[in-house]
């Protein structure tokens, strides 16, 4: 079942369409990656979800058209965006709190203990907001987020400011929170390594369009292990790998390479070159770069 769907999505600042016939789908239990260059709209979109900019044109529709309101102890989206939007001369707790009573949370003294806990900043709970650092404001900005207890958190950047230790911390709660509490989670980031270990599914925007959207299985099947043969005639070396070994894919690189990717395996490939009589000048694995993938995703979309 899907949590988030988007269809037809639209922004114009100035006359200017940031956001441009964007559809979405963020089906319930996902941990959703939302790739993306800088500039490319993903903090507007997220925005718009979370119903804090009015879209131009589109539709967002939520847990399949349930009931939005506030459900027993919470609010149903928690989201960080952008900066957290933080009371600087209150302590950490008592950002929480403020939150916590204007929302209306029951037990709000304990509910702001356990989400500390839960972001790492129970040690910190007496320091003023103005005197964390950057990476630690990005916690409190999560534990803010998750005090209305959401069946959906979105995250823009949330890595940002953080240490290596930091960093690992971050993605590991949010896969508990994934896994144990059932939280589906929408993260943008520009850290790729970061959300190729816990994303389940893609959506890559570029100039306010979603290019696609697909599986972290398919992400890894078209980024997996390939070959890279170049000779002295490739046409006909492609010819002849098809011919032979029609279930491989095949790949023609600019500089006259052949990547061989999907249904294969090396020797099969070395006997087809030299039943063919093909004279061999780079026979060797590769194996694509997830960022070289997702770039270009994007510069498809710019060149389309």
Same mark, same amino acid.
């Given at each position: 079942?899907?949590?988030? !769907?988007? $269809?037809?999505?639209?922004? =114009?600042? $100035?006359?200017?369409?940031?956001?441009?016939?964007?559809? %979405?789908?963020?089906?319930?239990? &996902?941990?959703?990656?939302?790739?993306? +260059?800088?500039?490319?709209?993903?903090?507007?979109?997220?925005? %718009?979800?979370?119903?804090?900019?009015?879209?131009?044109?589109? !539709?967002?529709?939520?847990?399949?058209?349930?009931?939005?309101?506030?459900?027993?102890?919470?609010? $149903?989206?928690?989201?960080?965006?952008?900066?957290?939007?933080?009371?600087?001369?209150?302590?950490?707790?008592?950002? /929480?709190?403020? +939150?916590?009573?204007?929302?209306?949370?029951?037990?709000?003294?304990?509910?702001?203990?356990?989400?500390?806990? /839960?972001?790492? /900043?129970?040690?910190?709970?007496?320091?003023?907001?103005?005197?964390?650092?950057?990476?630690? +404001?990005?916690?409190?900005?999560? #534990?803010?987020?998750?005090?209305?207890?959401?069946?959906?958190?979105?995250?823009?950047?949330?890595?940002?400011?953080?240490? @290596? !230790?930091?960093?690992?911390?971050?993605?590991?709660?949010?896969?508990?929170?994934?896994?144990?509490?059932?939280?589906?989670?929408?993260?943008?980031?520009?850290?790729?390594?970061?959300?190729?270990? %816990?994303?389940?599914?893609?959506?890559?925007?570029?100039?306010?369009?979603?290019?696609? =959207?697909?599986?972290? &299985?398919?992400?890894?099947?078209?980024?997996?292990?390939?070959?890279?043969?170049?000779?002295?005639? @490739?046409?006909?070396?492609?010819?002849?790998?098809?011919?032979?070994?029609?279930?491989?894919?095949?790949?023609?690189? @600019?500089?006259?390479?052949?990547?061989?990717?999907?249904?294969? &395996?090396? *020797?099969?490939?070395?006997? #087809?070159?030299?039943?063919?009589?093909?004279?061999?000048? *780079?026979?060797?694995?590769?194996?694509?770069? /997830? *960022?070289?993938?997702?770039? !270009?995703? %994007? *510069?498809?979309?710019?060149?389309?």
């Amino acid at each position: 079942m899907s949590v988030i !769907e988007v $269809r037809g999505l639209a922004k =114009e600042y $100035r006359g200017r369409r940031v956001v441009d016939r964007f559809d %979405m789908t963020v089906m319930r239990g &996902d941990i959703y990656g939302f790739v993306g +260059k800088n500039g490319a709209g993903k903090s507007t979109v997220m925005k %718009m979800i979370c119903g804090l900019v009015t879209p131009t044109a589109g !539709e967002i529709c939520l847990f399949g058209d349930e009931e939005r309101a506030a459900v027993p102890g919470g609010l $149903r989206v928690g989201s960080l965006i952008e900066e957290p939007g933080l009371l600087p001369n209150l302590s950490v707790f008592d950002n /929480l709190m403020a +939150k916590a009573l204007a929302i209306g949370i029951v037990d709000a003294r304990e509910r702001c203990h356990e989400v500390l806990r /839960l972001a790492g /900043l129970d040690h910190a709970e007496d320091r003023k907001a103005k005197r964390l650092s950057l990476g630690m +404001k990005q916690r409190l900005g999560l #534990a803010l987020a998750l005090l209305g207890n959401p069946d959906v958190l979105l995250l823009d950047e949330p890595f940002n400011g953080l240490d @290596p !230790e930091g960093t690992r911390a971050m993605r590991n709660l949010l896969v508990r929170l994934n896994e144990v509490f059932g939280v589906t989670v929408v993260v943008s980031s520009h850290v790729l390594d970061q959300l190729d270990r %816990m994303v389940t599914r893609y959506g890559v925007i570029a100039e306010g369009a979603m290019v696609r =959207e697909m599986t972290a &299985d398919q992400v890894q099947a078209e980024c997996g292990e390939s070959l890279r043969v170049r000779t002295t005639d @490739p046409s006909r070396t492609l010819a002849q790998l098809q011919e032979t070994l029609p279930a491989a894919t095949y790949r023609a690189e @600019p500089d006259q390479a052949i990547i061989v990717s999907g249904a294969y &395996d090396a *020797e099969s490939v070395a006997q #087809a070159l030299k039943a063919a009589g093909q004279v061999v000048l *780079e026979f060797s694995p590769h194996r694509r770069d /997830l *960022e070289e993938y997702f770039v !270009e995703l %994007m *510069e498809g979309r710019r060149h389309a």
